[in-house]
Each structure stands twice: as structure tokens, then as C-alpha cells.
């Protein structure tokens, strides 16, 4: 048994197993740093297990060029849309343009999906699509709770590590001791440190800094790589409709996040440091 064989669930189980060991030391000393059991089940569902086993899981069903560019765009338009809601951040011309660009880029990839890829395709793009939805409840939840990175981290990863271990090593736990120590090490790694704690903590930072729609900056460069790194690694050739997809997203990220204006970009990064 390879890492290539190990599924969403043993993924889950090793991001969160790892992690939540890590950071159990601080959360037995933090808790919920404040924050009541509801919103912290909340975060915890946004950036935990249920949306790692969304995302990972709909690889099952969908090309991985379609994850790269699904989760993160749904994510920035939820996140642009709850700030307007919520948080009451203004929706100015380019956001509303952002949303409408995104959205046309969603329904080409979900067409092509339907067109060349199978007819369960569409449920793995379903799950991405949530998956988005789960981390932008997470992203406008943090900023609106204005949560402290390190401990919120931790309460992700413990909450995951109780909920999600237990049943998974009763009913499939010998998958992962079947699985070569190198795999598991390098695997744990990336998952476990890099993935749920580094690059957790940091993007909680960087929503507390630039606010919920523009801490996701960095995802309009997901679609883009996604996509040509699925050609070398996984042997997926883009399709026309992908390739016009992943424009139209990442120029409506480009329009949501005001990276069109850069005198829009400088102007919150001033403030928050600043302060």
C-alpha cells in the first residue's frame, strides 16, 4: 500500500491525527480562548475534518483541476458575499462584477464536468463547491469573532482529532497500518504540520489583517496552478471549457478582491500595520 492508495478518509485521519497531538498541549492550557462551544464547533467544521473529507473525497468523483478551481473561488465568493452581510463591508462595483465573473466561471467548469468527465461528476463538484462554503464560513466567522490564530488553530485541530480518530480507527484503521512508514511520515508531514497547523495559523493571521474577502488573496493563484500542475502529476489534460473557466474565476477574484486597483490593495495593508 503507497500514499497514492490512501483515500480521504486515511488523509483526514493523518492531518488531524498529527495536528491535534501537536497543539493538544495548548489547547489543554487555552481552551476555547474565549469563544463559546458553538462557534468553536463552528470554525472547527469550516477548517476541520468535514471540509478536508469534502475536498479530498470529491477527487473520488471529479478531476482535481476542477477542485483547485471550485473550492477556492466558492470560497472567495462566499467570503465577499458574507462580508457584505455580516461583517457590513461595502460591495463596490468591482466585487459585484468579481461575483458575476465567478459565478459564470463556476457553471462553465460544471458544464464541462457534465460534457466530458462522467455523469457523477457533478457530485464531486457538489462537494467542492461546499467545501468552499465550509471554508468561507470559517474565514468570515474568524473575522467576525476576531479570533486569536494559534489558539483557533488548535481548537480546529483538537475538535477534529476527538470527533474524527475515534471512528475512523474503528472501522479503518488497519489502512493505515498497512501503509509504508516513509508514506505516513511524509504524508503526516505535509498534512499534519504543514497543511493544518502552518498553513492554518497564517491564513487566520492574514484574514485578521486584510479583513475576510481580501485574506483570500492568494487563492485566485490556486486555479491557475491547480490546473497545470494536474497535467505533469496526474495526467489531466485541461479541456477547452476548463481553460475559459479558470479565466473567468480568476478574473472575477482579481475584480472581488480589488486587485484591479492597487491603490484599493495598499490602502487596508497600511492601516492594519499601522496600528
Not at 242 to 252: I, K, M, S
Request: hydrophobic share 55%; proline share 6%; with cysteine.
Amino acid at each position: 500500500m503507497s500514499s497514492a492508495a490512501l483515500d480521504a478518509w486515511d488523509v483526514t485521519a493523518l492531518r488531524f491525527g498529527i495536528a491535534g497531538l501537536v497543539l493538544l498541549p495548548l489547547f489543554l492550557r487555552r481552551g476555547l480562548n474565549g469563544l463559546r462551544f458553538g462557534p468553536a464547533l463552528l470554525l472547527a467544521c469550516g477548517a476541520g475534518a468535514p471540509y478536508v473529507l469534502l475536498t479530498a473525497g470529491g477527487l473520488a468523483f471529479a478531476p482535481a483541476g476542477h477542485m483547485g478551481v471550485m473550492t477556492p473561488s466558492c470560497m472567495l465568493l462566499c467570503s465577499t458575499v458574507g462580508s457584505w452581510l455580516i461583517l457590513k463591508d461595502p460591495l463596490n462595483g468591482g466585487r459585484v462584477l468579481g461575483v458575476l465573473t465567478i459565478s459564470a466561471g463556476l457553471i462553465t467548469l460544471g458544464w464541462d464536468g457534465l460534457a466530458n468527465h462522467g455523469e457523477r461528476t457533478w457530485l464531486g463538484d457538489a462537494m467542492f463547491l461546499l467545501g468552499g462554503v465550509f471554508w468561507a464560513s470559517y474565514t468570515v466567522a474568524s473575522r467576525a469573532w476576531r479570533v486569536d490564530p494559534l489558539p483557533t488553530t488548535a481548537v480546529v485541530a483538537v475538535f477534529s482529532l476527538v470527533a474524527y480518530l475515534p471512528p475512523y480507527f474503528w472501522y479503518a484503521g488497519a489502512r493505515l497500518a498497512a501503509a509504508p512508514w516513509r508514506d505516513l511520515v511524509i504524508q503526516g508531514v505535509f498534512q499534519g504540520l504543514v497543511s493544518a497547523v502552518v498553513a492554518l495559523l497564517f491564513y487566520t493571521r492574514a484574514v485578521a489583517i486584510l479583513g475576510a474577502a481580501r485574506g483570500a488573496v492568494f487563492a485566485a493563484l490556486t486555479p491557475s496552478f491547480a490546473l497545470l500542475f494536474a497535467i505533469p502529476l496526474l495526467h489531466e489534460i485541461p479541456t477547452r471549457l476548463q481553460l475559459v473557466g479558470v479565466v473567468l474565476v480568476t478574473a472575477g477574484m482579481v475584480f472581488a478582491l480589488g486587485l484591479h486597483d492597487p491603490a484599493k490593495w495598499r490602502s487596508p495593508l497600511r492601516t492594519a500595520t499601522s496600528r
